[in-house]
Each structure stands twice: as structure tokens, then as C-alpha cells.
């Protein structure tokens, strides 16, 4: 997504960085922009000089692709600056989002071993020849994007393109789709191949990926989850919902991306812990004064509202899930509690004073109001 500033300066939120035109030599500069640059990744440990991690570091393109590359030239290079990087085919332009320690906590993260993998190379810092082509190729995606949708339509394939992404240097491609089943798309690269003169990559993704690419505000009003941090979906199902005493409403727990919503998994170990504790009451329990029946349950409180009355919310009376525990152990025992209300205390005698009850100003003569007299009309003679 890009905001425009003005014709000379706008603000490129999927690569995170605002670019911008000098008006005097024509020359094109991006800067990066950290708090606009999705999935971003905070440096905890900036300042921190380790030697044996200063030659790794963290290059991430457009949206959410990031890549761990190896600085073999020993050129000085650091976080935010444009950096030309060895890829597959070519070479691609990325923006330095990570250096030192903090890389190598992010390998760990990934599964990536540095003793046996073999990095990527950056080569050098991007010039200016290079942002230009970059932004030329930034500036042909939109159209491709639409233009490759319709020649899917064409080939009646059932998937649907959801963005592309084009190398640095504008001689490949990579086109994000969105499909149920399995495509056959051969005939699709073909066509794209000769209507792009590109190289072209297929990628397929999920709908709750394709929200964290296009981005978006969530119901909690804050940014989407998919869009902010999260890379690793797992699956959701409607026991979680279940599990948290949620109405299985199919409107209030979808997302934007048409599935269940990913914060449905933030408290569900919490709930199942809460439960564990929380007894199954199947029976009302027995006191002397009359059966109690469960009216509802506080999970993470762990207390329970009963009444006299079956399924009325009028008189409720909460009791700790031990308790209740304890209870229904009684009962089983053939032992039954006095009474589920509370003892009432005996309302205690308040101390009154008589020290500033009265107003200070009651020794004050009062103000005595004037009376307007009313002048009497003689009457005429």
C-alpha cells in the first residue's frame, strides 16, 4: 500500500520505507521506515558489538519475505541501508532491518543452523541506477496484478492472485495466489512468461496470509495480528471458542480474512488451566433450605453462581469452585449444608460526633433581607 505525501514523496508501507524525488538532480532516494514496516522485529539488543555475528544480517523485501544474507566484502554496512543481494536468478534490492546479536536469536527462531547453511551473499550497497530500476519495476506490479488475474480468467483456473512482487532488478517476478485445491498453472506461466517477458514464480498462500499482505485494522482496533507478528498460523477450530464460553456466532468469530480469528488461541491454555480446577456439576446441589441449581460459571475466577430458583438470574449467590467442590462431596455423604446465602452481619453502631455538624457560621447574625416598599398611588383628586 502506498500513501502519497505529494508528487515528490510517498510512503511505500509494504516495503516499509518512504521514497522520494529530488526535484533539482532527478534522483531517486528511499529511506527506511521502521514503524511502518510490517511483521518488524524489535533489535533488544542494539548496541551490543559481537564479532562473530557482525558479518550476518536481516534483508527484508516486500511484505512479510525476509532473508538471513552473509556480508563477505567487509563493506560497512547498517541497519536501513538498501543493499544489493544475491538471489536465485540475478540479483534483488532489499532494505537492512537487523544486525549483530539479535540475527542470530532470529536463526534460532527458524531452525536455521549457521554452521551448515549456506548464506546468500550481499554484494554492495545499492546506487542510485539501482533504486531507479527497482522503483520502475515497483511501478509495474499493480498493472501486472490485474492483467494476471484476467488472464487466469481466461484459462478458467479456480485461484485467485492476490499480489506480486517483482526482483530488483525487474527480470523476475513472484505471483501470490490463493487456491482450495491443487492448480495445474503450467499453461498459466507460460502465458505470463510471454505477455511479462519476466521470469516467473508461483507462490501459494493462505486467506489468513493474504490478510497480513494487504493489512488492515482488526474489531479490537488495533493492527491486524497476521499483519503485526504473527508468522506461524496454527490451526483454529471452534473448540476454542467452546473451551472460553463463547457464543458460536459465525460474524463475531470470523476475521477479516474469513476464518476463524487467531486471538480465539491466546487464552485458551489459560481457560483449560482454570478448568481443570472448576468441578462438573451435573446435580443441584442440597442444603437444608432447598436445592441449588448452577446458573453460570467466571472461568478465569473460578466462581460459581447458583439459585433457589432454576434458572433464574433474580437471587444468585457466588461460591468458589473449591467449595462447590467440597459441597458436592458432602452431599455424596448424605451430609447437607445449612443454607447457600451468605450470614448476614448485625448492623454495627456508627460513632456520630458533634463536632462540625453545625456550620461555622451559625454564630454569624443572619442577613436580614430588605423588603422592597411598595409605593401607594394617592388617589387622584
Known amino acids: 500500500m502506498n500513501l502519497s505525501v505529494n508528487d515528490n514523496k ?6 516499509g520505507c518512504s521514497v522520494s524525488r529530488d526535484e533539482s538532480t532527478g ?17 533488544w539488543l542494539k548496541g551490543v558489538n559481537q564479532e562473530q555475528y557482525s558479518k550476518y544480517f536481516e534483508v527484508r523485501f516486500k511484505n512479510s519475505r525476509k532473508g538471513i544474507y552473509i556480508n563477505g566484502s567487509g563493506q560497512s554496512i547498517k541497519t536501513g541501508d538498501l543493499v544489493i543481494v544475491e538471489a536465485q536468478t540475478g540479483h534483488d534490492l532489499g532494505i537492512v532491518t537487523l544486525e549483530g546479536p539479535i540475527v542470530i536469536r532470529q536463526m534460532k527462531c527458524k531452525g536455521i543452523d549457521p554452521e551448515t547453511t549456506e ?11 539501482d533504486i531507479e530500476k527497482w522503483q ?11 492483467r494476471s488475474r484476467v488472464l487466469a480468467a481466461n484459462l478458467g483456473l479456480e485461484m485467485k492472485i492476490g499480489d506480486v512482487e517483482f526482483q530488483g532488478d525487474g527480470t523476475k517476478a513472484i505471483f501470490y495466489y490463493i487456491a482450495d485445491g491443487r492448480v495445474d498453472f503450467r499453461q498459466l506461466i507460460k502465458d505470463f512468461a510471454e505477455e511479462f517477458h519476466i521470469r516467473v514464480e508461483m507462490k501459494q498462500i493462505g486467506a489468513r496470509q493474504e490478510a497480513g499482505l494487504i493489512g488492515g485494522l482488526g474489531v479490537c482496533g488495533r493492527e491486524l495480528c497476521c499483519a503485526n507478528y504473527i508468522t506461524d498460523f496454527k490451526s483454529i477450530s ?27 488461541n491466546y487464552e485458551v491454555e489459560a481457560y483449560m488451566d482454570a478448568q481443570s480446577r472448576i468441578p462438573k456439576v451435573v446435580e443441584p446441589l442440597e442444603f437444608e433450605d432447598g436445592l441449588a441449581y448452577l446458573v453460570k460459571t467466571d472461568i478465569l475466577k473460578e466462581t460459581m453462581y447458583f439459585s433457589y430458583e432454576k ?13 462447590v467442590r467440597e459441597i458436592i462431596m458432602m452431599n455424596r455423604n448424605g451430609q447437607r449444608p445449612l443454607t447457600l446465602k451468605p450470614e448476614v452481619e448485625a448492623p454495627t453502631p456508627e460513632f456520630i460526633s458533634a463536632v462540625g455538624d453545625d456550620s461555622i457560621s451559625r454564630f454569624d447574625e443572619a442577613k436580614r433581607k430588605k423588603r422592597k416598599k411598595k409605593r401607594s398611588r394617592r388617589p387622584e383628586e
Open 238 to 264: 471452534t473448540g476454542a471458542a467452546r473451551v472460553q464460553n463463547l457464543s458460536l456466532n459465525p460474524q463475531k468469530l470470523a476475521g477479516q480474512c474469513g476464518k476463524l480469528k487467531c486471538c480465539l
Open 311 to 323: 434458572g433464574s438470574l433474580s437471587n444468585v449467590y457466588p461460591l468458589p469452585a473449591y467449595e
Open 136 to 146: 520502475d519495476a515497483i511501478a509495474r506490479e499493480q498493472e501486472v496484478m490485474i
Open 119 to 129: 548464506f546468500r551473499r550481499i554484494y554492495r550497497k545499492a546506487k542510485a541506477y
Open 10 to 15: 510517498y510512503f511505500d508501507c509494504s516495503r
Open 27 to 43: 534522483e531517486t532516494s528511499c529511506t527506511y521506515r521502521q514503524g511502518c514496516c510490517k511483521l518488524e522485529v524489535y533489535n
